[in-house]
């Protein structure tokens, strides 16, 4: 129905900026699929947690960890949404994953560490 492509982890200094990229690609008759999109992050050991939404309506929620920090937005065809991620701390290391709410995939996710 829909795959989902994250992109744009990677290493940082505590106090930089990362964006990522969730790419979507959908098969004929499953466009919805392609709205109202979520960003978690795991840590080994911890449980999968939110980060930030973003829906056709215009909501947008984030995280209180990541409030002020971080901006999610998708482009007008919304085949892709970003996660805008600055002041990076290293609390903020986690591999993070995309994923449609309307059709419930999830992407493979990207790694992003964040040193002291």
């Known amino acids: 129905q829909v795959r989902l492509e994250e992109s744009g982890g990677g290493s940082v200094e505590a106090g930089g900026s990362l964006t990522l990229s969730c790419a979507a690609t959908v098969e004929a008759g499953y466009g919805y699929c392609r709205y109202d999109r979520e960003w978690y992050r795991q840590v080994p050991g911890k449980e999968r947690e939110f980060v930030s939404r973003i829906l056709r309506t215009g909501t947008i929620d984030y995280a209180d960890s990541v409030q002020g920090r971080f901006t999610i937005s998708q482009d007008s065809g919304g085949n892709m949404v970003y996660l805008q991620m600055n002041n990076l701390k290293p609390e903020d290391t986690a591999t993070y994953y995309c994923?449609?709410?309307?059709?419930?995939?999830w992407g493979q996710g990207t790694q992003v560490i964040v040193s002291s």
């Open positions: 994923k449609t709410i309307s059709c419930n995939s």
